[in-house]
Each structure stands twice: as structure tokens, then as C-alpha cells.
């Protein structure tokens, strides 16, 4: 005679078996899916962002694109060469420097990552102002790619050539744009903003045209990101016989202006800013008539402390992918 316990036990084995084939067929379907469909379209938790730097233009940039380059919660779409060619510590081509710093960047993290050529120079005082290049040409593919209520992340450390080029080339992509940027500077208790400093200064119409322009701006300006200083002794104690440390500090030794004790490492807090919102804080401002009269995001603070631990912590347990 079958008891009703005996039932009971029997039939909670069966549900347990069936419970163990379902659960083995998932796997071997998810398996399946990643391995037909690739794993970076089937695990879209990460966040999309396309970089655009002057990377040669001062030791910063590197700092910062590295820090990005290796972050596991972020997807880099590519990493755009910027011009800096107004200034007096440029180079004859400054965007190829750039782009080169870019790629040799990328070989000693051990990374695949597309780059682009952007402009030669800062966008045109007459006629057609756009910069045509393979960067804002990128930037137009991405920001076209985004769906309905979407926008591309895009982070530009110097100046704006590419970014309001493309813009300028296709305006309809501008409400498709989420623009994060190290540049100007702001007088939060008199509401006054400044253009006078080197982002700025490498492209006036680039910024001109975006602060005009529906691109929803994110924007750190210089008066709160010198809060980001690196001491080279500190520095160099907590990076020296790490591959991608050794080559950050091969890099401010044989900068045009090497030798420096300490160091502004500006564009590491835009980075963070993004990476980390919680280490920075954020607020709304209205420009004036003359600077768009519209509504920018302003970054009035950033924990610099947290962000200088969090760079050396990840440099040194960085390990290039096999």
C-alpha cells in the first residue's frame, strides 16, 4: 500500500528532478544566446560612453582615460583624438599626438578599443564652420543609433571641435546627446560664467555653438576640479613597478613641461563625476542670454579625496584581459 507520506516524497522528487532539467536548460539557453548573439548585446547592464580627449596636451588626460579604459561597469564605444592647437604649448600636429598617446594608451592597458582621427584645428570663423573627421562623424553614427528618449554619454576633456562639429553637420542629433566636460569656470553665489580658461580658449565657437544647441550639458568647471592635485613623490611611490603606473609616470617625466612637484590631474573629476555621481554634487544653472539662456547641469563640488584613493586602488589592481 502506498502510504500518503510515500506519495508526498515521490512527488516532491519528481518536481525537484523537473526543477533540476529546467534549470539546465536555461543555462545551456542563455549559454547559447551569449555565444549566438555575443555577451556585449546580451548583457546591456553596462553603460555606453564615448570618450573624446587631447590627450597630448597635458599629463591629465591619461590619468583619467585610464581610470575609464578599465572601469567593468562601462562599455567604451571609442576614443576620439581632440585638437588643442590654439594653444602655446602645442605641437604642429596636435591631434595626431593625441591620437597616437590614445593607441599607445590602449597597448600598454592591453585593449581593443576603436579610435578616431578628430579636427586638425578649432571649427571655422566663416562660411561652414563644422570640422569634417572620422571623430564627428562617430559621434553622429552613435548619437543616431540611440532610440526614442535615449541619449549617447560622451565625455569630451578638451575642446569641443568634434562635438560641435558633428552637432553642426546634423543638428537633429542634438537632443540625442548627453555631454560631459571639463571646461570654463563658475562663480556659483554670483552666477557668473567664465570662458576664459583652456578648453574654452581652444575652440570659442565649438562651445558657442553647443551652449545654443538642445545637447543636455554636464559640466565641471576648472574652479572646482583643481581641487584634483597629485603630488609627484605620493604619486610616484604608489605607481612605480606597475606596467600602466610606470607608464603614467614616464609620462609627466617627459611632458613639454616636465619636473613638476605637483600636478592638477583636472580631467580625472569629470570622469569620476560620471563613474561615481555620489562623489560629486550637482546643480542647475540658467546662462545668460549671450551663453544659450538655457538650463546647464554645473558641478559645484567633488570629493576629491575619495577619488584620488579610488584612481591609485584601481591603477594597481589593474590586470590586463587575456
Not at 568634434?162 to 543638428?171: G, I, K, L, R
Request: proline letters at 2%.
Amino acid at each position: 500500500m502506498v502510504t500518503v507520506e510515500t506519495r508526498s516524497i515521490f512527488l516532491n522528487s519528481v518536481q525537484n528532478q523537473r526543477k533540476m532539467k529546467n534549470t539546465r536548460l536555461l543555462r545551456l539557453t542563455v549559454l547559447f544566446l551569449m555565444l549566438h548573439f555575443g555577451t556585449q548585446n546580451w548583457a546591456q547592464s553596462k553603460t555606453t560612453v564615448l570618450l573624446d580627449a587631447d590627450t597630448a596636451n597635458e599629463v591629465d588626460d591619461l590619468f583619467a582615460l585610464s581610470r575609464i579604459l578599465m572601469d567593468s561597469s562601462v562599455s567604451v564605444l571609442a576614443l576620439n583624438a581632440a585638437q588643442w592647437q590654439n594653444s602655446h604649448w602645442s605641437t604642429p600636429k596636435s591631434m595626431e599626438d593625441s591620437h597616437r598617446l590614445n593607441q599607445m594608451l590602449l597597448g600598454t592597458m592591453g585593449l581593443s578599443v576603436k579610435t578616431n582621427r578628430g579636427a586638425m584645428a578649432r571649427m571655422y570663423d566663416w562660411g561652414n564652420r563644422a570640422q569634417y573627421s572620422a571623430a564627428a562623424n562617430e559621434i553622429i553614427d552613435q548619437a543616431n543609433r540611440m532610440k526614442d528618449g535615449e541619449r549617447l554619454n560622451l565625455i569630451a576633456l578638451g575642446a569641443l571641435t568634434n562635438v560641435a562639429s558633428a552637432v553642426f553637420m546634423e543638428p537633429e542629433i542634438a537632443e540625442k546627446i548627453r555631454l560631459y566636460w571639463l571646461g570654463s569656470s563658475y562663480d556659483f553665489e554670483k552666477g557668473v560664467l567664465g570662458r576664459n580658461d583652456f578648453n574654452c580658449a581652444m575652440d570659442q565657437y565649438a562651445l558657442t555653438h553647443l551652449l545654443f544647441s538642445e545637447v543636455e550639458m554636464h559640466v565641471i568647471p576648472v574652479n572646482v576640479a583643481s581641487k584634483m592635485t597629485f603630488d609627484y613623490d605620493t604619486t610616484k611611490a604608489r605607481l612605480k613597478g606597475q606596467k600602466l603606473g610606470d607608464f603614467l609616470l614616464k609620462i609627466w617625466d617627459d611632458h613639454v613641461d616636465g619636473g613638476r612637484a605637483v600636478r592638477t590631474i583636472w580631467d580625472l573629476a569629470i570622469i569620476d563625476a560620471f563613474l561615481h555621481p555620489e562623489w560629486a554634487t550637482e546643480t542647475i544653472i540658467m546662462t545668460s542670454k549671450d551663453n544659450g539662456g538655457r538650463e546647464i547641469f554645473y558641478y559645484k563640488d567633488i570629493d576629491a579625496d575619495n577619488m584620488l584613493e579610488d584612481f591609485f586602488d584601481k591603477i594597481n589592481a589593474y590586470k590586463a584581459p587575456k
